[in-house]
C-alpha cells in the first residue's frame, strides 16, 4: 500500500512538475522574445473588404456603446460592416440599431450559443464579399486603428490571427484580478507561444480569419461553449497557424463580481473537458503524423486552472515543510517559486500598480469559485452559461 501512495504521489508530482515547466518556459519566451507578428508599415497596404461579426445574445445594455465605439475606426467606412446578430433582444434596442449603418441579423435558437449565431452569419454573409471576418464580443471596443492593424497582417499573408484583448475597467477587486489573468494569458498562450514558433491560442473575440476558412471550419464545431478551443485545434490540424497581434487592441469588459466570476469559470472547465474528451484521440493521432502544433493545441487543455494549480502548489510547498525531506522540500518550494515568478513577470506593471492590499480579500472567493467550478462543470456542458455585461468605467 505505501509503494502504491509513492507511485501516485510521484504521478501528481510529476503532472505538476510538467504544468510549471510549460508555463514558465511560456512566461520568459512572452516576456523576452515576442512583440508581435505585424508591425504597421509606413507604406499603405492593399485595403481588404472586412465583416465585424459580432455575436450578442440578450446583450442590450451594452450593444449599442459598443457600436458607437467600434464605428470610430481609422478603417476607411466604406470597407468595413458592423454585423450584430442579434439573439432575444427587446424590439426597442433593434429599434436603436436601425438608426445605424450597421447590418443586424436576427436569429434564434432552441438553444443558444456563440458558435451558432457565428456560424449563421458566416452563411448568411453575402458570397465573395468580405475578404476577412473578425470576431467581436458584444462588449467589445476594438481601437482605432485595430481593423487597420489586421489588414496588414492578412496582407502578410496571415489567415488567422489573435489580437491583444486588454481590460476595458478595473473599477472592482474582482475585475482587476481578471485582467490580470488576462495579460497572464496573452503571455503565456499567444506571445510566448509565438515567440516558440508556435500557434497563438484563439480567445473567442479579437481575432480575424480568411472568411472562407472561417466558414469551412465553423461549420465543423458542434461544442455549446468555448468553441474556440475546438476553433484552433481544427486550423492546426489543416496546418493554419495563428499568428498574435500585440499591437492590434481589443477592449473588453472584466467580470465585476464573484457570482458572474463563478459562473464564467464553470464554463471555461466545462468547455476544456469536453475539448479533452473530444479530441484526445486526434490530439495523439496528429502526434503521430508529425504535426506538433495540432499536439501543442491539444496538449495545453491538459494545464490545470492556474487558480488550482498555484493553490496545489502552495499546500504541496507548506506540507514539504514538515516531511524532513529536503529534496521533496527543495522540489516543491521551487515549483511554487517557479510559479509565482511566473505569473509575477506575465502580469504587466500598470495592473500591479492599481491592486491594493484590500483587493486581496476577495481572493479566497475567487479559489473556492474555481473549485466549486470543478464540481459543476456538468451543468454549462448542457446549457450555454451566459455572462452578462453591462457599461462600464474605468
Known amino acids: 500500500?505505501?509503494?502504491?501512495?509513492?507511485?501516485?504521489?510521484?504521478?501528481?508530482?510529476?503532472?505538476?512538475?510538467?504544468?510549471?515547466?510549460?508555463?514558465?518556459?511560456?512566461?520568459?519566451?512572452?516576456r523576452l522574445g515576442c512583440k508581435g507578428d505585424v508591425y504597421l508599415p509606413n507604406a499603405v497596404d492593399v485595403q481588404r473588404r472586412i465583416a465585424?461579426?459580432?455575436?450578442?445574445?440578450?446583450?442590450?445594455?451594452?450593444?449599442?456603446?459598443?457600436?458607437?465605439?467600434?464605428l470610430k475606426q481609422s478603417y476607411p467606412t466604406d470597407l468595413y460592416d458592423l454585423v450584430v446578430i442579434a439573439d432575444s433582444f427587446q424590439p426597442e434596442t433593434l429599434e436603436k440599431l436601425s438608426q445605424y449603418p450597421i447590418k443586424v441579423i436576427q436569429v434564434e435558437f432552441e438553444q443558444s450559443?456563440?458558435?451558432?449565431?457565428?456560424?449563421?452569419?458566416?452563411?448568411?454573409?453575402?458570397?465573395?464579399?468580405?475578404?476577412?471576418?473578425?470576431?467581436?464580443?458584444?462588449?467589445?471596443?476594438?481601437?482605432?486603428?485595430?481593423?487597420?492593424?489586421?489588414?496588414?497582417?492578412?496582407?502578410?499573408?496571415?489567415?488567422?490571427?489573435?489580437?491583444?484583448?486588454?481590460?476595458?475597467?478595473?473599477?472592482?477587486?474582482?475585475?482587476?484580478?481578471?485582467a490580470m489573468n488576462e495579460e497572464v494569458n496573452n503571455n503565456l498562450f499567444r506571445a510566448g507561444q509565438r515567440a516558440l514558433g508556435l500557434s497563438a491560442m484563439c480567445i473567442g473575440s479579437g481575432m480575424a480569419f480568411e472568411t472562407n476558412l472561417m466558414k469551412r471550419v465553423?461549420?465543423?464545431?458542434?461544442?455549446?461553449?468555448?468553441?474556440?478551443?475546438?476553433?484552433?485545434?481544427?486550423?492546426?490540424i489543416n496546418h493554419v497557424r495563428v499568428g498574435y497581434l500585440q499591437d492590434a487592441v481589443i477592449y473588453d469588459e472584466k467580470v465585476q463580481n464573484v457570482?458572474?466570476?463563478?459562473?464564467?469559470?464553470?464554463?471555461?472547465?466545462?468547455?476544456?473537458?469536453?475539448?479533452?474528451?473530444s479530441y484526445y484521440k486526434v490530439g495523439f493521432q496528429q502526434l503521430m503524423k508529425g504535426n506538433w502544433q495540432a499536439f501543442n493545441a491539444f496538449s495545453r487543455s491538459l494545464l490545470l486552472?492556474?487558480?488550482?494549480?498555484?493553490?496545489?502548489?502552495?499546500?504541496?510547498?507548506?506540507?514539504?515543510?514538515?516531511?524532513?525531506?529536503?529534496?521533496?522540500?527543495?522540489?516543491?518550494?521551487?515549483?511554487?517559486?517557479?510559479?509565482?515568478?511566473?505569473?509575477?513577470?506575465?502580469i504587466p506593471t500598470v495592473l500591479w500598480k492599481k491592486i491594493s492590499i484590500?483587493?486581496?480579500?476577495?481572493?479566497?472567493?475567487?479559489?473556492?469559485?474555481?473549485?466549486r467550478a470543478l464540481l459543476n462543470f456538468k451543468q454549462a456542458s448542457k446549457v450555454f452559461l451566459h455572462t452578462p455585461h453591462a457599461e462600464t468605467t474605468e
Open 113 to 178: 450559443t456563440v458558435q451558432k449565431s457565428v456560424t449563421y452569419a458566416l452563411n448568411a454573409l453575402p458570397e465573395n464579399t468580405y475578404d476577412f471576418v473578425v470576431i467581436s464580443d458584444a462588449d467589445n471596443h476594438m481601437a482605432p486603428d485595430f481593423l487597420e492593424r489586421i489588414n496588414y497582417a492578412f496582407g502578410q499573408g496571415w489567415l488567422a490571427v489573435q489580437g491583444h484583448r486588454k481590460a476595458k475597467n478595473t473599477n472592482k477587486s474582482v475585475a482587476i484580478f481578471d
Open 358 to 371: 484590500h483587493d486581496f480579500f476577495v481572493l479566497p472567493s475567487l479559489i473556492f469559485g474555481m473549485f
Open 305 to 346: 486552472p492556474r487558480t488550482i494549480l498555484l493553490t496545489a502548489l502552495m499546500l504541496m510547498a507548506i506540507s514539504s515543510l514538515f516531511t524532513g525531506s529536503l529534496p521533496f522540500q527543495l522540489f516543491a518550494l521551487s515549483l511554487f517559486a517557479m510559479m509565482v515568478a511566473c505569473l509575477a513577470i506575465s
Open 218 to 236: 465553423m461549420n465543423q464545431i458542434q461544442t455549446v461553449g468555448g468553441y474556440d478551443k475546438e476553433l484552433e485545434m481544427l486550423l492546426t
Open 52 to 70: 465585424v461579426l459580432i455575436p450578442a445574445y440578450k446583450e442590450d445594455a451594452v450593444i449599442l456603446g459598443s457600436v458607437v465605439a467600434n
Open 259 to 277: 457570482a458572474v466570476f463563478n459562473k464564467q469559470r464553470t464554463r471555461w472547465i466545462a468547455a476544456q473537458l469536453y475539448f479533452i474528451k
Open 1 to 30: 500500500m505505501a509503494l502504491f501512495l509513492y507511485f501516485i504521489g510521484f504521478i501528481v508530482a510529476g503532472y505538476l512538475a510538467l504544468n510549471v515547466a510549460y508555463l514558465f518556459v511560456s512566461a520568459v519566451a512572452g
